[in-house]
């Protein structure tokens, strides 16, 4: 037992990760709170409460306090946080007695957006809190040598927010962020189907169509998939079969800001710092690194070696985790 718990945060729009010192990632959930409107009380959090979307009585709503990377509802996320962190507690088998903490927050969070997390978490009890931000954390999790004078690009694609930073020597060089991300994605696959087939399908269906048969904007063979519905016109429930290609057409929009937007970062770019880019190329990671052929998609569009973080899903999380050993460093470099 730890009289003096070390954790590191990442606190994305879609899972929150916990990372230990001592036991690596001690929790990874999705970051879902159903709340009873009658008490105010936390019914469940994480994968019990996004079981819960779309399938609870009035009194029960299933809340995403993390809208595009930022807190959206504070009180929500504090309590969301009291729970993981007892949940990590039991599994990790730490006590969470005023633990250090780490927090990674969006490159584009303003400074009042990063003080609600800080407060966030230091309501819970933590000893110290530390912000880092996201693409730092993603490309120490990416193992890339952070702390030399080489420039790292990172790309995460995450659930809310799609952030591209170039990292040397500890700091950001230059640095863009996009609300758009995973959700964004989502959200366009649901309002392509309503559109072209009047049906109306949940997030979760949309996830699945997503991760099954969406594809970034490269020739591939299509595939199909079934899914349900409700009809519009009638009400009832109904199949209809969607293709790749529709797909492809749905996310077109998110894929293509993504693409601006790491277009964007590289032209900022400092001379010196662009012959290494060409050398050591972009490093994806976040959720969105994992949609088929982003990997190649992106290097023909921006004509660099492109590639996939070992761990894109926790990298960040490892990364935020990893930090506490560099902290001071990288304080000093944010200064």
Same mark, same amino acid.
């Given at each position: 037992?730890?009289?003096?718990?070390?954790? *590191?945060?990442?606190? #994305? %729009?879609?899972?929150?990760? =916990?990372?230990?010192?001592?036991?690596? $990632?001690?929790?990874?959930?999705?970051? =879902? =709170?159903?709340?009873?409107?009658?008490?105010?009380?936390?019914?469940?959090?994480?994968?019990?409460?996004? !079981?819960?979307?779309?399938?609870?009585?009035?009194?029960?709503?299933?809340?995403?306090?993390?809208?595009?990377?930022?807190?959206?509802?504070?009180?929500?996320?504090?309590?969301?946080?009291?729970?993981?962190?007892?949940?990590? /507690?039991?599994?990790?088998?730490?006590?969470?007695?005023?633990?250090?903490?780490?927090?990674?927050?969006?490159?584009?969070?303003?400074?009042? !957006?990063?003080?609600?997390?800080? &407060?966030?978490?230091?309501?819970?009890?933590?000893?110290?809190?530390?912000?880092?931000?996201?693409?730092?954390?993603?490309?120490?999790? /990416?193992?890339?040598?952070?702390?030399?004078?080489?420039?790292?690009?990172?790309?995460?694609?995450?659930?809310? %927010?799609?952030?591209?930073?170039?990292?040397?020597?500890? #700091?950001?060089?230059?640095? @863009? /962020?996009? @609300?758009?991300?995973?959700?964004?994605?989502?959200?366009? $696959?649901?309002?392509?189907?309503?559109?072209?087939?009047?049906?109306?399908?949940?997030?979760?269906?949309?996830? &699945?169509?997503?991760?099954?048969? #969406?594809?970034?904007?490269?020739?591939?063979?299509?595939?199909?998939?079934?899914?349900?519905?409700?009809?519009? =016109?009638?009400?009832?429930? @109904?199949?209809?079969?969607?293709?790749?290609?529709?797909?492809?057409?749905?996310?077109?929009? /998110?894929?293509?800001?993504?693409?601006?937007?790491?277009?964007?970062?590289?032209?900022?770019?400092?001379? !010196?710092?662009? *012959?290494?880019?060409?050398?050591?190329?972009? %490093?994806?990671?976040?959720? #969105?690194?994992?949609?088929?052929?982003?990997?190649?998609?992106?290097?023909?569009? $921006?004509?660099?070696?492109?590639? $996939?973080?070992? &761990?894109?899903?926790?990298?960040?999380?490892?990364? %935020? *985790? @990893?930090?506490?050993?560099?902290?001071?460093?990288?304080?000093?470099?944010?200064?």
């Amino acid at each position: 037992m730890f009289s003096n718990a070390e954790i *590191g945060i990442d606190l #994305g %729009t879609a899972n929150i990760l =916990v990372y230990t010192k001592s036991k690596g $990632i001690v929790l990874n959930e999705p970051s =879902v =709170v159903a709340i009873d409107m009658d008490s105010k009380n936390v019914v469940a959090v994480g994968s019990e409460a996004k !079981e819960m979307v779309g399938k609870t009585p009035q009194n029960i709503v299933p809340i995403r306090p993390l809208k595009d990377g930022v807190i959206a509802d504070y009180d929500v996320t504090a309590q969301m946080l009291k729970e993981i962190l007892k949940k990590v /507690s039991k599994v990790a088998g730490l006590s969470m007695r005023k633990p250090t903490v780490v927090v990674c927050t969006p490159s584009g969070s303003t400074s009042v !957006e990063r003080r609600a997390i800080h &407060n966030a978490v230091k309501s819970y009890g933590a000893k110290e809190v530390h912000l880092i931000e996201e693409p730092v954390a993603a490309a120490i999790g /990416s193992d890339l040598p952070v702390d030399e004078p080489v420039a790292n690009v990172i790309v995460d694609i995450g659930g809310g %927010t799609s952030e591209v930073g170039i990292i040397s020597f500890g #700091g950001v060089v230059s640095c @863009r /962020s996009v @609300r758009t991300g995973g959700d964004k994605m989502d959200d366009e $696959i649901i309002q392509y189907i309503r559109k072209h087939y009047n049906i109306l399908i949940g997030e979760r269906t949309a996830e &699945n169509v997503k991760m099954e048969i #969406g594809f970034a904007l490269i020739d591939h063979d299509e595939l199909s998939m079934d899914i349900r519905g409700r009809d519009m =016109v009638t009400g009832l429930p @109904r199949t209809i079969t969607i293709t790749s290609t529709e797909v492809q057409d749905a996310i077109r929009e /998110s894929l293509e800001a993504i693409l601006e937007t790491i277009r964007t970062t590289l032209e900022n770019c400092p001379p !010196e710092l662009s *012959g290494d880019i060409v050398d050591h190329g972009v %490093t994806l990671t976040g959720g #969105g690194a994992l949609l088929k052929g982003m990997q190649k998609w992106l290097a023909n569009e $921006i004509s660099v070696p492109v590639h $996939i973080a070992p &761990n894109p899903l926790e990298s960040v999380a490892i990364g %935020t *985790g @990893r930090a506490l050993k560099m902290i001071n460093k990288l304080q000093k470099a944010a200064k």
